[in-house]
């Protein structure tokens, strides 16, 4: 079966998809970094923030949100992929189809994500910027991007 992409408000979403989606999302941040935190943030239900993922049948193989900040910019984050479904372009595809949505929702808002460190190159390959100085985020070196528009 091939890789479908989706995207959803999170009220919408069926309740077993989103318990994968969020299962990624703690499989890949809290198990696999070994770091304890919040995932479940309360950003996942805010107005207009959608959860956007990939699927092989049931499985969710990645997935990231976006969300909108009050000073009106797009946010990606939570930008998770299993350990299957690396180096299959799937996240590379689920990232342009976000970055695609984010130009349908607001083409001058500035696009901006929080990248761990070592994945800068990766969010630069769809022209993500350094915007700032580095930062800790629960023991893990993160830099501030901004898409270049």
């Given at each position: 079966?091939?890789?479908?992409?989706?995207?959803s408000?999170?009220?919408?979403?069926?309740?077993l998809?989103?318990?994968?989606?969020?299962?990624?999302?703690?499989?890949?941040?809290?198990?696999?970094?070994?770091?304890?935190?919040?995932?479940?943030?309360?950003?996942?239900?805010?107005?207009?923030a959608?959860?956007?993922?990939?699927?092989?049948?049931?499985?969710?193989?990645?997935?990231l949100?976006?969300?909108?900040?009050?000073d009106?910019?797009l946010?990606?984050?939570?930008?998770?992929?299993?350990?299957?479904?690396?180096?299959?372009?799937?996240?590379?595809?689920?990232?342009?189809?976000?970055?695609?949505?984010?130009?349908?929702?607001?083409?001058?808002?500035?696009?901006?994500?929080?990248?761990?460190?070592h994945?800068?190159?990766?969010?630069?390959?769809?022209?993500?910027?350094?915007?700032?100085?580095?930062?800790?985020?629960?023991?893990?070196?993160?830099?501030?991007?901004?898409?270049?528009?």
């Amino acid at each position: 079966m091939p890789v479908a992409f989706h995207r959803s408000e999170t009220r919408a979403i069926d309740p077993l998809t989103l318990y994968a989606i969020l299962r990624l999302r703690v499989d890949v941040f809290i198990v696999e970094q070994a770091c304890p935190y919040p995932d479940v943030d309360g950003r996942d239900v805010e107005p207009g923030a959608e959860l956007h993922w990939a699927t092989d049948g049931s499985d969710v193989l990645a997935t990231l949100r976006v969300l909108h900040e009050a000073d009106g910019a797009l946010r990606v984050g939570r930008v998770a992929t299993g350990r299957a479904a690396r180096s299959r372009g799937v996240a590379s595809r689920l990232m342009r189809e976000a970055l695609d949505r984010c130009d349908a929702l607001d083409a001058s808002a500035p696009v901006l994500l929080d990248a761990q460190a070592h994945l800068v190159e990766w969010y630069a390959r769809f022209g993500f910027e350094v915007a700032g100085d580095g930062f800790d985020e629960d023991g893990i070196p993160h830099l501030p991007m901004r898409l270049r528009r």
